[in-house]
């Protein structure tokens, strides 16, 4: 089964300045997406940006980027210029899709703290 | 962004008694949804469906059924209630297209509290 791992529980950043959630996975698929969702205190799921395994380029989305590295495993979301809206819970998650049934499965979350 | 609606939004409930959380989506996506949320654990996977009448378990899926009669209704039945069940639950669309997604989209979620 596939698992998603992230090691960092909390973290913080200053306001303006970069933070790199780390997140790694388990899969013996070649195939697959990769996400990162944001949880503010609302609890709304917002997706942030989404990897195609099959696409070596690194997606972007303004302020955030991932460092997709396949061969390691490693999904990793980079966030730039923090803001204090981006203060949240962030989840990565693997779509796993077997025999043409899909589950997206997460890690247990980092809570992003921004200091003003 | 497809509609997805959960009700209701908070509930309390008391040991032993059933519980059914509804989903509803205003588009004909096939692959729904249910995770339950706690605090350490992120977002662990009770049931899902990929079609009416088709459904299949998640890593969690003791003491919780599911039933979909309808492509847009989705519901998630607690037969009886007990208080390792209280958790935020949430249901999911998965906006698949032959296999290439653009993403899910997540309901607002449900409080429940099992007393």
């Known amino acids: 089964a596939q698992t998603v791992t992230q090691s960092q529980p909390e973290m913080s950043v200053q306001e303006a300045e970069t933070v790199t959630l780390s997140c790694t996975y388990d899969t013996s698929e070649s195939d697959y997406y990769l996400f990162w969702y944001k949880q503010p205190p609302s609890r709304q799921m917002i997706l942030v940006i989404r990897?195609?395994?099959?696409?070596?380029q690194n997606a972007t989305e303004n302020r955030f980027s991932v460092n997709f590295q396949k061969a390691a495993k490693s999904f990793s979301l980079k966030i730039s210029d923090s803001q204090l809206g981006d203060a949240a819970m962030y989840f990565c998650a693997y779509r796993s899709w077997q025999g043409g049934s899909e589950k997206l499965v997460f890690g247990k979350g980092t809570k992003l703290t921004v200091n003003p | 962004d497809a509609g997805i609606t959960q009700s209701p939004r908070h509930k309390v409930t008391e040991t032993g008694t059933p519980v059914t959380l509804r989903c509803h989506q205003t588009?004909?996506?096939?692959?729904m949804y249910w995770y339950r949320q706690d605090p350490g654990h992120g977002l662990r996977l009770i049931h899902y469906s990929y079609g009416v009448k088709d459904t299949d378990k998640g890593e969690v899926s003791d003491g919780y059924s599911v039933s979909r009669s309808k492509t847009e209704d989705f519901l998630l039945t607690l037969e009886s209630a007990t208080s390792s069940q209280t958790s935020v639950y949430f249901c999911?669309?998965?906006?698949?297209?032959?296999?290439?997604?653009?993403?899910?989209?997540f309901g607002s979620g449900t409080r429940l509290t099992v007393v």
């Open positions: 999911a669309i998965s906006e698949s297209v032959l296999g290439n997604t653009s993403g899910y989209t």
């Open positions: 990897q195609e395994a099959y696409k070596q």
């Open positions: 588009e004909n996506h096939r692959y």
